[in-house]
C-alpha cells in the first residue's frame, strides 16, 4: 500500500497531499535538500505542477524522461521519497551552496540529568519506508514542585465505581467520530458521488494557490450494516495550496472543517442515534489504497469543538476536543464504503459530558482505543488505553476483557467486561442484560457491588477534592 495520498476519481485522480505531511515534523523544520529534487525546469525552483510530474511518473502514468531530475539515486523511478524531497525543495526553496560554520568547543558543565521518556506513536498510520521518521512530541510546561505532590484521596472503590459510569459515555461519544470518516469517502469517492439510500451529496472544488474541497449533505443516505446512516443536513470542508481538479497538498497539514448532522436506523426504519458535530483541525497524515474504491484506510487528525451522540431516550454524551489527535485505521468496509470494523485511537485532553445528567469530566486520554467490529451481530466494541482525570482519583488503565455489546436504544452495555488497574489494583467492571452494571473488586469472578443502570446518580461522583 502507498503512503500516496492519492484519491481516484474514475478517469482522473485528486492527489490529497503525496504522504508529505511528514516533511515538516521537528527534525526536518528549514532542512533543504543535498540537490533539488523535482526542478525540472532547471529555474531554480520546484513548482505545483513539476509535482505533478513526479507524482504521475511514479504511478507509472508517465515516462521518467518527463522529469528525470526527479530519479535522484539513478534507478531509473521515482519513488515516495524523491517526492518528499521534491516537496521539501518546493516548500523551503531549492539549497544554497553551504558555508563553513566554525567550530565551538564548549567546556562540559553539570546539569541536573533529565530522562526523555519514550512515547510510541500509533501504529495506524505507520507504513513500510526505507526513510527514519522524526516524530514531534507536544511538551507541556509544569511548574517545579516546591512541596509534596498531593495525592487523590478517592479509595480504589471510589475510582473504578466513577469510571463505570463513565465507560459506557466515553465509548458513545468517541465513536461517533467514524461517520464523519464515512462522509468524506462518500464525497470523493467519484466525480459522481451519490447516495444509495436517497438524498444528496455534492462535491465542489475552487480556488487557487489554496484549494477548497467542499462536500455538502442533503438527506444522504447509506446502508449500514444494521440499517442506515443519513447525513441529513451539513458540510465538510478541506482546504490546503493546489489547484483544481488535480490537488497537490504540499504543506504540513490539511485544515478540516465539519458542520453535520446525522441520524442512525435500525432496519426497520427506527431512529437509534442522532450526531451532531461541530469539528475544526487539521489533517496531518494519510494513508490510502488507490486499488480500492473506499481508498481511505488510516490518518490522523488533530480535532477541537465537539461531537453530540444522543439516544432516543435522551441519553447520550457530548465529547468536545482540545487539540485532541485523534487515529483512525479502517480494516473492512461494506460494499457501499461505509467502514464495519475499525478502530480509533486518542491522545490528548477532551471533556465527556452525560447528557442526561448533565455529569461531565476532563481527561487526558493516552492511546485509548475505541474498537468496533459491526461484522458480526450485535456489533462488538472494545475499549483500552490509558486515562489521567481528577475525578478518577488519578491515572489508570483499562483493558476490554469480553466484548462490549448494547442494544440500539439505551447507551448502557447490556454484555462485555473493562478490568481497570490502577497502582498495580485491578478490579472488573461488567456489564449485564438491562444496562446493569457490577464491579469486582478484587476479580474472583463474584460482583460485590451493583447497579441498576450504567446511569445510576450513584456511579457519576467526581472524586476530585471540591466535588
Known sequence: ?????????????????????????????????????????????????????G??????????????NFDANGDGEVTVDELIRAVNAALVGCPVEPTATPTVTSTAVPTASLAATPSSSPTYTSSPTSTSTTTATLATPSATATGPTPTPTATPEAFVRAFAGEAAVVGNGLGAFAPLVTGIITGLRSNSPTCPGGGQVEVSCSGSPFVIITIAFTGCTLVTPTGTLTFDT????????????????????????????????????????????????????????????CFLTAGTVFLNGSITAQLPNGSGSEVRFDNTMTGFEIQKFNPGCVPVQYA?????????????????FVADLTDVVTAQDATVTPPQTRLSGSIMSNCFGGTFALQTTAPLISSSDDICYDAGSIDVTRDAVT???????????????????APDLTYASCLDPALFVCNEPGH
Request: glycine share 12%; hydrophobic share 40%; net charge negative.
Open 427 to 445: 478490579q472488573r467492571i461488567s456489564f449485564t442484560a438491562g444496562g446493569q452494571v457490577g464491579i469486582d473488586t478484587n476479580v474472583d469472578g
Open 1 to 53: 500500500m502507498l503512503r500516496l495520498q492519492i484519491i481516484r476519481r474514475e478517469s482522473s485522480f485528486v492527489l490529497f497531499g503525496i504522504g508529505v505531511l511528514v516533511v515538516l515534523l521537528a527534525g526536518w523544520c528549514g532542512r533543504v535538500d543535498a540537490a533539488c529534487v523535482g526542478d525540472c525546469g532547471g529555474d531554480g525552483e520546484v513548482t505545483v505542477e513539476e509535482i505533478l510530474t
Open 234 to 293: 451539513g458540510t465538510i470542508t478541506l482546504r490546503g495550496p493546489g489547484q483544481c481538479p488535480n490537488i497537490v497538498v504540499a504543506a504540513p497539514s490539511i485544515d478540516e472543517t465539519v458542520s453535520v448532522t446525522a441520524t442512525q436506523r435500525d432496519s426497520e426504519g427506527r431512529q437509534t442515534l442522532a450526531i451532531n458535530a461541530s469539528l475544526n483541525g487539521s489533517v496531518t497524515a494519510i494513508t490510502v489504497n488507490p486499488g480500492s474504491p
Open 55 to 68: 507524482v504521475n511518473i511514479a504511478l507509472g502514468t508517465l515516462p521518467l524522461t518527463s522529469c528525470s
Open 344 to 360: 480509533l485511537t486518542f491522545n490528548g485532553s477532551e471533556t465527556v459530558t452525560e447528557l442526561q445528567s448533565g455529569a461531565s
